[in-house]
């Protein structure tokens, strides 16, 4: 009789880790969530739509990969999304932006109200869970 292999329990300090990551997003996410509602109560309709466009809009990348969705695995990213997808949620894009937002004298409000849309979203997805994707489309571990 073969002895059947337990996968080891995750270590109680990397999921203590993962905790306090999924915090701290989630901290962020109500920080540019709310600075985004404020940009657009402040400025107006233009700034709140464009908040709200950019924080829907990283998910647009979803229906890349549409046609080919009926032969990928539960919870996997069609692979010719994925560029798209990872793109869209990195953290880096938004913020290098927005410190150009800050350093060029352009003040329109609304690219404000999007940046932090957009950094909302991802902060969300963060908190949540969702993670960029490996090229297989699978989450990242």
């Not at 709140?48 to 990348?61: C, R, V």
Request: charged letters at 10%; aromatic letters at 12%.
């Amino acid at each position: 009789m073969a002895a059947v292999a337990t996968p080891a329990p995750k270590a109680p300090a990397r999921t203590a880790v993962r905790v306090v990551l999924r915090v701290g997003w989630f901290a962020a996410a109500v920080f540019w969530t709310v600075l985004a509602v404020l940009e657009g109560v402040h400025h107006g309709w233009p700034a709140g739509t464009a908040a709200l466009l950019f924080a829907l809009a990283p998910d647009l990348a979803l229906f890349v990969g549409l046609g080919e969705a009926p032969r990928t695995a539960r919870g996997q990213l069609p692979p010719r999304a994925v560029p798209y997808y990872n793109a869209a949620h990195r953290a880096l894009v938004p913020l290098a932006l927005l410190a150009v937002y800050t350093v060029v004298p352009l003040t329109w409000p609304p690219v404000l109200a999007a940046l932090c849309g957009w950094l909302a979203h991802i902060s969300y997805d963060r908190a949540f869970g969702y993670g960029l994707r490996t090229k297989e489309g699978f989450q990242r571990g």
